[in-house]
């Protein structure tokens, strides 16, 4: 069933998407342009199979975002998206269980989830002032 998925995913970007025989078990990663991703999940939901999003991961990366976005559907495959700046396309709209997981994203690291239907707190207290807690900080001498 995997091959199905990746074949749905080389129709929206087919350099990103290697020979299946160049994929040695366990998890596939594909290296996924942000402004593809919309259309990427577009083409997962089109496939007509119940592909599974287990979890995105956000981390702060020197120039940016970098968003992992975990499915499974008899084995693993992760997106990776590599966002400049803190922002990111929302895939809710295509797939509304990616809510909670962009919502804890934006709480936990402040990544704007363009698109969102509802980006409220979902980890902090709707009255937290501070930064985001796992943000990184800029350094400043005292």
């Known amino acids: ?13 087919p350099e990103a ?14 290296d996924w342009p942000p402004e593809c991703l919309l259309a990427a999940f577009g083409a997962l939901a089109d496939s007509g199979l119940p592909v599974h999003l287990s979890a995105i991961t956000a981390l702060p990366a020197d120039s940016g975002t970098l968003l992992l976005y975990h499915l499974w559907l008899d084995a693993g ?13 929302s895939i809710t709209p295509i797939l509304p269980a990616a809510s909670w997981y962009e919502r ?7 990544i704007r989830f363009v698109g969102h239907p509802g980006l409220k707190p979902l980890l902090l207290a709707a009255e937290w002032t501070g930064p985001p807690p796992l943000a990184r900080q800029e350094k400043t001498d005292a």
């Not at 804890?104 to 402040?110: F, I, T």
Request: glycine residues 8%; contains cysteine.
């Open 1 to 13: 069933m995997i091959d199905t998925l990746l074949t749905a995913l080389a129709v929206v970007l």
């Open 17 to 30: 998407v290697p020979d299946r025989e160049s994929i040695a078990g366990g998890e596939t990663v594909l």
């Open 77 to 89: 495959l992760t997106l990776r998206v590599h966002c400049p700046g803190n922002e990111a396309p």
């Open 104 to 110: 804890e994203a934006h709480d936990m690291l402040g």
